[in-house]
């Protein structure tokens, strides 16, 4: 059963990096044949994807926030991580990481249980 | 505002069956398939509806979606109670900048 966690700051000041890890267990990163998502819920809101990474270490980004987003992966950590640049209130959220078969669809099969982020000095 | 449209909310007594529609265009729904998410309160959204009308293995048979042109619908039959979620769709879309795009949700409620 794939499980995934995400880790990270639950606070970060405006104008900062917010920076979040995502633990995958019981699959393999870099066994291939997924791609590896963030999205985001504003509190009460909808989803937004942010974009996913494959265990080659390529991305494809949300364009609305492709400037400020940087995915990464560490196949021997079995983690991808997260990078968000020059914060404001507008990204506080619940962030999660999830897992995708499919590179060009929502086919998000496994979750991770979400973070909560807040941007605020 | 989502790319997808959805209504804010639904409802139906229990045994009902109840349909929440999803609508887009030509670059998402109409051009590629419709995905299903149940969210209850305070946990990560579940896949519940893949590829417009697959459902994944532990999803009871109650749910079934539906896809027409640049619309797209989930239907929930004998409701109960343990439905009351948050419920959104999902899409490729192929736009110049193609990404993923959600409906902003559809609160049900089982009255």
């Known amino acids: 059963q794939v499980q995934l966690q995400e880790s990270g700051p639950g606070l970060v000041k405006p104008s900062q990096t917010l920076s979040l890890t995502c633990t995958v267990s019981g699959g393999s990163i870099s066994s291939g044949g997924y791609y590896w998502s963030w999205i985001r819920q504003h509190p009460g809101k909808g989803l937004e994807w942010i974009g996913y990474i494959y265990y080659s270490g390529s991305t494809y980004y949300n364009p609305s926030l492709k400037s400020r987003v940087t995915i990464s992966v560490d196949t021997s950590k079995n983690q991808f991580s997260l990078k968000l640049s020059s914060v404001t209130a507008a990204d506080t959220a619940v962030y999660y990481c999830a897992r995708n078969p499919d590179s060009s669809s929502p086919n998000f099969d496994y979750w991770g249980q979400g973070t909560l982020v807040t941007v605020s000095s | 505002q989502s790319v997808l449209t959805q209504p804010p909310s639904a409802s139906g007594t229990p045994g009902q069956r109840v349909t929440i529609s999803c609508s887009g265009s030509s670059s998402n729904i109409g051009s590629n398939y419709v995905y299903w998410y149940q969210q209850l309160p305070g946990t990560a959204p579940k896949l519940l509806i893949y590829r417009n009308n697959q459902r994944p293995s532990g999803v009871p048979d109650r749910f079934s979606g539906s896809k027409s042109g640049t619309s797209a619908s989930l239907a929930i039959s004998g409701l109960r109670s343990e439905d009351e979620a948050d419920y959104y769709c999902?899409?490729?879309?192929?736009?110049?900048?193609?990404?993923?795009?959600f409906g902003g949700g559809t609160k049900l409620t089982v009255l």
């Open positions: 999902a899409a490729w879309d192929d736009s110049l900048s193609a990404h993923v795009v």
